[in-house]
């Protein structure tokens, strides 16, 4: 399998615009462009700084401030406000503290002390490794090619060779105090150097400008990349073992097996899963060394602190798919995996190490398949699987030029239960009310249908919109992934009376985001005539869309659920109408009344499953429904002997609290009704009427 060649990598720095820019927005500029570009450095990775002469806001003098990139940042989207800035003549005042290699943990307690002008961006634990090399721009880059290099058995003779001493070099060690001290060292005694590489981590550069900086970090990465490509023995990872499935094959395969794995894995904590099969996935997880490249595990700390220190390969083979043989033996094989972490835990803890964390694989590696990625939330699932494709591009390098060498299992460990990272965990703020649930809402694009989706995004849920209105429904996609994340939207065109298009449904949620939780059957039309005026053709598109398009996307929904046994919730937005006849709405009356009835039967089925189904009764709903657009409403007003432009005005002064029924009203029964807040209601009704004594249940 050849891999397309990758674009160059190319200066994108525009003087124009970067002469009008400050010393501070000059760092920010290029922080951005390498951001970027993921073969720089990759999400969340990577530090830049500059050291900046300013004025004192205590004494008036200038003084020169460290600018660094603060804790828990990411350059390709950084402002300015998350930079940290501190006193340089602090940071250095802080050798007199340092008792060493052992206490070096106790140093990012005092940076706060060095904060310049009272700027609340945390300081991170990388701060020392820019304060004290002796450059005024540095970039701390984790480039795939460069971490290759890095990552192999001769990475000190190889960075001599390849950079000519250019690049000077460190073994592996923790990011901390200590290092800062020894890149100080480093770089001083070597004043003619560019940069260092740290062993199996990544890259430090520097320059007198800010461009200076910027184009030594892309020289030297063109160059690792120029170099490795020149050398690559082949073939690639020992060689292509098996054959990759077609694509739909993949896809198939993969969004039956992400709901059963995202059940046997989310006991303690709903996951949500990723689907990779690009062709650098596809090149490794059909090549003869995936089994002994995998178990080396990552080499860079970002790679694992991400991906966990090894994948989980499931045990599959492309020319012979026996799925059913998978699934039977994914039980014994995670049971595997979590016994192995837990030894790992065991052999590597310290007397004041955290407890074990969950041992469930992150990453999934599956033969001629692609690669899984679950975790607590999309993007992270999402970022993990990119990590891991940066592992990958480090193990094609290593291994095609030298031997690739993973981090050893200790030193894993020790930054994986490190103190400082469990604070940071600890720090996290309190997973929102849906987090890591999965929403299906039909009828997506309508206004009810957007204002569900907006409340389950805001309580933290993966969202699946389906419609048959494609426009309509590309514009409410647009919509909500402004309010929740590109990552937590999605959207399916697709008719809910199609039982092939209704699974379609249900396997893109599978594969977007794993499975699915929540099911939000909303969908729907309305009509209103005589009945001796009611032609068949409407009768049965009524039936149809409100009676079978419900039954299908629920029965879709509630294999999938039962598949992944963590229960689930279904709400069914039905009407007023449901339980009170209205005259000259007999076609539109009966389906909502066999939705109401279709909910409670599913009830007593699903709660052996823990699958929670109940119904939401709105009336008269005009603002912002498709519905109320088109003739029903001019059905409405001439049934009520109205005006067209009265029938808001009609229906809430029809109303006992004499209140009109909005969208976000219904979105809160749902919401209420699809959460734990009900977790022990099934079978209900929620009127939201604003008041009918007719639909009062009995």
Not at 677 to 682: D, G, H, L, V, Y
Request: aromatic share 8%.
């Amino acid at each position: 399998m050849n891999l397309p060649a990758p674009a160059p990598i190319t200066s994108l720095w525009d003087d124009a615009a970067a002469a009008k820019m400050s010393e501070p927005e000059l760092l920010l500029y290029r922080s951005n462009l390498l951001g970027s570009d993921l073969r720089i450095t990759n999400f969340g990775g990577g530090n830049t700084s500059a050291k900046v002469m300013m004025e004192d806001p205590l004494s008036g003098q200038q003084v020169e401030v460290l600018w660094v990139k603060g804790s828990g940042g990411d350059l390709g989207s950084i402002k300015l406000d998350g930079f940290s800035t501190l006193y340089m003549d602090k940071l250095q005042a802080l050798k007199g503290r340092y008792r060493g290699l052992a206490n070096e943990d106790e140093m990012v307690a005092y940076l706060p002390h060095c904060t310049f002008n009272l700027n609340p961006r945390a300081a991170s634990i990388d701060t020392p490794l820019h304060a004290y090399i002796a450059r005024k721009h540095v970039d701390h880059m984790h480039p795939d090619a460069v971490i290759a290099i890095a990552a192999c058995a001769s990475s000190a003779a190889l960075t001599q060779k390849i950079f000519e001493g250019e690049l000077g070099w460190l073994p592996w060690q923790r990011p901390g105090y200590d290092l800062g001290l020894k890149l100080e060292a480093l770089s001083q005694s070597q004043p003619q150097l560019k940069g260092i590489i740290l062993e199996g981590h990544g890259l430090f550069t520097w320059g007198d400008t800010a461009k200076s900086c910027y184009e030594t970090t892309l020289a030297i990465i063109k160059r690792a990349e120029e170099w490795l490509a020149a050398n690559v023995q082949q073939p690639v990872f020992g060689g292509q073992a098996v054959a990759p499935l077609p694509q739909e094959e993949r896809s198939a395969l993969a969004a039956k097996l992400m709901p059963l794995l995202r059940g046997k894995i989310s006991r303690d904590e709903y996951k949500l899963g990723h689907f990779d099969d690009s062709a650098a996935v596809l090149e490794f997880v059909c090549s003869a060394d995936l089994k002994p490249l995998a178990a080396l595990g990552t080499s860079c700390p970002d790679h694992f602190l991400r991906t966990k220190i090894r994948p989980f390969v499931i045990d599959f083979d492309p020319r012979q798919p026996n799925v059913d043989a998978v699934v039977a033996g994914l039980d014994d094989a995670l049971a595997q995996y979590r016994a192995d972490y837990v030894a790992y835990y065991e052999r590597c803890k310290h007397a004041n190490s955290p407890a074990v964390r969950d041992a469930n694989p992150i990453i999934y590696l599956i033969p001629g398949v692609g690669m899984l990625s679950f975790a607590k939330d999309k993007a992270t699932a999402r970022i993990a699987g990119e990590f891991y494709v940066n592992a990958i591009n480090v193990m094609r390098g290593a291994n095609g030029v030298d031997s690739y060498v993973g981090l050893p299992e200790q030193e894993a460990f020790d930054i994986e239960y490190w103190l400082l990272e469990e604070a940071k965990l600890q720090r996290m703020p309190k997973p929102k009310s849906l987090a890591g649930r999965i929403a299906l809402v039909t009828g997506g694009a309508g206004g009810i249908g957007q204002a569900v989706a907006k409340q389950l995004l805001q309580e933290g849920a993966c969202v699946l919109l389906t419609d048959i209105d494609a426009e309509a429904l590309e514009q409410a996609h647009k919509d909500l992934a402004k309010v929740g994340g590109k990552d937590n939207v999605g959207s399916v065109v697709a008719n809910i009376t199609s039982e092939e298009q209704v699974e379609q449904v249900l396997s893109a949620s599978a594969l977007r985001f794993g499975g699915v939780d929540l099911l939000v059957s909303n969908a729907g039309i309305a009509s209103s005539s005589p009945l001796e005026d009611t032609s068949l053709e409407v009768w049965d598109r009524n039936q149809d869309i409100l009676v079978k398009g419900y039954f299908l996307a629920s029965r879709a929904a509630f294999r999938m659920m039962k598949q992944q046994k963590l229960g689930g919730s279904m709400v069914f937005v039905a009407s007023k109408n449901g339980l009170v006849a209205s005259a000259g709405a007999s076609a539109y009356c009966t389906a909502k009344a066999a939705e109401i009835h279709l909910a409670r039967c599913i009830a007593l089925e699903g709660a052996p499953h823990r699958i929670r189904v109940n119904v939401v009764n709105p009336d008269a709903v005009i603002r912002g429904s498709r519905i109320w657009d088109g003739k029903w409403k001019e059905e409405r007003a001439q049934s009520n002997k109205i005006g067209t432009d009265d029938v808001e005005a009609f229906y809430r002064d029809r109303s006992m609290l004499k209140l009109s029924v909005l969208p976000e009203d219904i979105a809160e029964a749902v919401y209420f009704l699809a959460s734990d807040k009900s977790a022990k209601s099934t079978g209900n009704i929620l009127n939201v009427d604003a008041g009918n004594a007719g639909a009062f249940t009995r």
